[in-house]
């Protein structure tokens, strides 16, 4: 595995792969890498010929500087996690390969990033949208790899490909679940043994949720009673607990449409976000 820190050099690697007529798979990661992350990977090396992981801890998707400055930044043992997968580059640019003095331009999505963490986090999805429209196009990727807890940034990625024709195929991969059920993040590392026993009541308040809904129960009242739950371990404020349609992420109560239930709680001045599927494609 190469680590590669400037577009330049990188694109040297990829027109030799592209010549070879190789297909090419990114994992954007913002390090502190898990088990999560590592699944990305495992599964663009299943997929691509050549797989590179980038390492960008990107400001413009942070609207709180504090959480900025706390954000982990673990560049070695990130590369120490990536060496038993088959990863070709490890990129890891300064800040100026992303954005160069005079950078002007911002990426806005409208539609699936207006609620959920979008209403929470002003500017955050435009954040988004630009540094991975800028990865995908330094990499030259045919395939990008990223995971569901996240889901509506993965449908904010999926609208930008698809309207700026960037000819990537978008893989949205599985929830990587910690034995408690909690979803794995780089930002349970600021929850200690306490907080994290507390934070596994969220999955399984989804999960108890959604059983209702699919058994027919009201969904309104479902997330009162889910509500409740979480505020009764400990949990809150709650950012949002709200039923939405996969496709466009419209508000529903309708349970014929593929739907997931999507939450954002904190917990310890730690925000986490989690959803589930109610009803599957």
Not at 22 to 41: N, R
Not at 206 to 222: H, K
């Amino acid at each position: 595995m190469k680590i590669v820190r400037t577009k330049s050099d990188l694109r040297g690697l990829t027109r030799g792969w592209r010549a070879a007529g190789e297909t090419i798979g990114v994992v954007p990661t913002m390090g502190a890498l898990h088990e999560g992350h590592l699944s990305l990977v495992s599964a663009a090396c299943e997929q691509a010929d050549r797989v590179i992981v980038t390492l960008f801890v990107n400001p413009k998707q942070f609207n709180n500087p504090e959480d900025l400055a706390k954000y982990p930044r673990t560049e070695e043992s990130d590369a120490r996690k990536l060496d038993p997968f088959d990863v070709d580059v490890f990129y890891v640019p300064e800040a100026t390969e992303i954005y160069p003095e005079g950078f002007a331009t911002n990426i806005s999505v409208n539609g699936v990033s207006d609620g959920l963490c979008g209403a929470n986090r002003p500017g955050h999805f435009d954040g988004v949208a630009t540094v991975v429209t800028k990865l995908l196009v330094q990499t030259d990727a045919d395939f990008a790899f990223f995971g569901e807890k996240d889901f509506q940034q993965v449908q904010v990625v999926r609208r930008v490909v698809e309207d700026l024709d960037l000819g990537c195929e978008i893989v949205g991969c599985p929830t990587v679940r910690e034995a408690s059920g909690l979803a794995l993040s780089s930002r349970n590392l600021r929850l200690d043994d306490a907080a994290r026993q507390k934070a596994s009541a969220i999955y399984a308040a989804l999960t108890d949720a959604t059983a209702m809904i699919t058994a027919g129960q009201q969904v309104s009242n479902v997330l009162d009673q889910t509500r409740d739950k979480l505020v009764k371990h400990g949990l809150g404020p709650i950012d949002y607990l709200e039923l939405r349609r996969e496709h466009d992420l419209a508000l529903t109560e309708d349970t014929r449409d593929p739907a997931r239930l999507f939450v954002a709680v904190w917990l310890d001045g730690v925000r986490l976000i989690d959803n589930v599927i109610v009803r599957d494609t």
